[in-house]
């Protein structure tokens, strides 16, 4: 038998002891690690576990509400029905579409839609297969769920517009962001990132949007490894958005709508002593609920397309040629300057001439001696060619940016006008031309380069009729909290001066020989004072004068002129003041009066003007009309009046 080599033992024994020495080291160091992880970070571990396990979903809040001046709602929030479907619930797909489309409209493409998106998302994920469901709907889909595996009806809100057209121009309407939203640093609400949550895409929806989206609410789900939800743990719902209270009167805008129809038109009315925009109406209009619940393309073709443009908001965005209606900022700019005194006469033989060229008159015969009354009585050119010579263009266009035209208009609306007052070297920058004296010439008349909006035209009536710097606004009320009428100064024009304007504007509707006396009101505690326009919107030409000037009506609609009207009321106690226009209307006295008188009485009578106020010539019709229509039910307060 052979005996153990001493040496050999030794060595063994020495790699038994290195080797249970890196034994135990690794022991120790997993048994440190466990007690680091499990005892001296557990905190950080297990509130990891918990985020992981726990998902935080935010919740939209409700938008806020829009009403008109008197409580009225004309944007609201309604129950929005939808349908829903889970992939891993359904079963057989395709037959449950199938038999859900014998319940509610769901044409064969919606149902691939569906089919596919369901087949992209996880199988516990639920698709929304439709929205904006009727009750009865709902009431025939629940009625029959044993036939709809994984089927689920839920109720939401979505924005509606119970006054369909009348508002779609100011309150505009809301749609689903879009990547452009979700771009724009300036709002990085994580509301945005909901699916289908929508935002404002016009009008005050959008200008007004933070205040009216409000705050998100949030809800704590627990979910499983797979991401299934398990149960909520708790919710806390959204801050919803603040409601807000217009200056605009219902019943007013939707007359003024119906008086309208079948125009390409636009009014407005302005409170005279505090501003607020009672009335800001443009016609043809469109349904923005079309918008909210998604508007087809043959209908988006449709508005797109219309030559009297129903999405343009002629009453703040569109610039016209104010025509004679811009006489009484020439006339005011000459009295402040000293160039002319009321009882100064021009000579009108029915044209000015200037050099080898004609300025005409609208009447061809000529005023014949005309002063400052009778210039706007009669709306003579030739008068205002001669005293805007006189006066200079410079003098002209500050007045008239003094009385708001040429100005921007702070208010929560998009696209809102400047206008355009020209000056000498607004022309030689933009036009790289010298200005010349034919141009003041046509400024005189309100033609030529000079723009003005409906808005505009409005507020410079509501100045004229004030003396002070009356200033537009649109928002009443803010969450119950009134907003502040602006400060409205002394124009610091002289009452004289302005006297003898008002009195010409008086006459032009009121006098026997004024261009609008068939559109007066004749009780004599709310007679209206205005002034007619007729805007060209082509070029007359010397051979065409030679052989007869066409006719409006003889022209094609789009190369008639616009037709204009501006006025307030009642002239010893101004409350109202407004402006029409009628584009390619023909003459402001036969297509823009009419309308303004009309929408002037609706605001002093309310829904039903004494046959009295009416010229004696007019009231057998009005009467018949009011016999052959059925009585307006309408409670409403009178215009101005405080509900809210």
Request: aromatic residues 6%.
């Amino acid at each position: 038998m052979r005996r153990p080599n001493p040496a050999s033992a030794a060595n063994i024994t020495r790699r038994g002891l290195m080797l249970l020495g890196i034994q135990g080291l690794a022991v120790g160091g997993l048994g440190y690690r466990m007690r680091q992880l499990q005892v001296e970070q557990a905190d950080k571990f297990l509130l990891l576990a918990e985020e992981n396990r726990i998902n935080i979903r935010l919740l939209p809040p409700a938008r806020g509400l829009i009403f008109d001046r008197n409580g009225k709602p004309i944007a609201v929030n309604q129950q929005n029905y939808r349908v829903t479907i889970v992939r891993e619930q359904a079963g057989d797909l395709e037959e449950t579409l199938y038999n859900l489309a014998r319940l509610i409209p769901l044409p064969p493409d919606r149902q691939e839609k569906i089919l596919k998106e369901l087949r992209q998302r996880s199988a516990f994920v639920p698709v929304t297969v439709t929205e904006h469901l009727t009750w009865e709907e709902i009431a025939r889909i629940a009625a029959n769920a044993p036939a709809l595996p994984g089927v689920t009806t839920e109720v939401g809100l979505t924005r509606y517009y119970p006054e369909l057209k009348d508002f779609a121009h100011i309150v505009g309407y809301v749609g689903p962001v879009s990547d452009r939203d979700l771009n724009n640093v300036e709002d990085a609400d994580p509301l945005l990132q909901i699916p289908d949550f929508q935002i404002g895409k016009t009008g005050i929806e959008q200008r007004m949007e933070r205040d009216l989206r409000g705050g998100a609410g949030n809800s704590r789900i627990e979910v499983n490894a797979a991401g299934r939800v398990m149960r909520e743990l708790q919710r806390t719902e959204g801050t919803a958005g603040q409601d807000l209270h217009l200056t605009l009167d219902k019943d007013l805008q939707r007359y003024a709508l119906e008086r309208m129809a079948g125009q390409s038109s636009a009014a407005v009315v302005l409170d005279v002593n505090t501003g607020d925009i009672l009335v800001s109406a443009s016609s043809p209009s469109f349904d923005p609920n079309s918008f909210v619940f998604g508007i087809s393309s043959g209908d988006w073709n449709q508005l797109l397309n219309d030559p009297y443009r129903p999405l343009s908001n002629k009453a703040v965005s569109g610039a016209y040629p104010p025509g004679s209606t811009f006489k009484m900022v020439v006339a005011l700019a000459a009295l402040d300057a000293g160039v002319i005194g009321p009882e100064e006469t021009v000579y009108c033989p029915g044209f000015y001439q200037l050099g080898k060229r004609r300025f005409h008159c609208w009447r061809r015969g000529g005023h014949g001696h005309t002063n400052l009354n009778e210039s706007l009585q009669f709306s003579c050119d030739v008068y205002y060619y001669d005293v805007a010579r006189r006066v200079g263009i410079e003098r002209i266009s500050a007045m008239a940016n003094r009385l708001g035209i040429g100005i921007r208009h702070d208010l929560p609306l998009p696209a809102i006008t400047e206008g355009l007052t020209p000056t000498k070297d607004w022309k030689q920058r933009v036009h790289d031309k010298a200005w010349l004296v034919g141009d003041t010439l046509n400024s005189g008349i309100g033609q030529g380069f000079t723009l003005a909006s409906p808005l505009q035209l409005a507020l410079m009536t509501a100045r004229i009729a004030s003396g002070r710097s009356i200033v537009p606004r649109i928002i009443r009320a803010v969450e119950g909290k009134p907003e502040p009428a602006p400060e409205a100064p002394d124009l610091g024009l002289s009452d004289v001066h302005l006297n003898y304007v008002r009195r010409g504007m008086y006459d032009v509707v009121n006098a026997q020989r004024g261009t609008a006396r068939r559109s007066r009101i004749t009780d004599p505690e709310n007679r209206m004072a205005g002034k007619t326009g007729t805007s060209q919107v082509r070029i007359i030409t010397a051979e065409e004068r030679a052989r007869g000037v066409f006719k409006n009506e003889d022209l094609p609609w789009e190369r008639r002129d616009h037709a204009l009207f501006v006025s307030f009321a009642p002239y010893t106690n101004p409350r109202y003041a407004s402006a029409v226009i009628v584009e390619h209307g023909g003459g402001g006295s036969t297509a823009a009066a009419p309308i303004a008188r009309d929408i002037m009485m609706r605001c002093l009578y309310g829904p039903a003007p004494p046959l009295e106020a009416y010229p004696a010539e007019e009231r057998d019709k009005i009467r018949t009309l009011r016999e052959s229509t059925p009585p307006e039910a309408s409670d409403s307060p009178a215009p101005g009046s405080d509900r809210a």
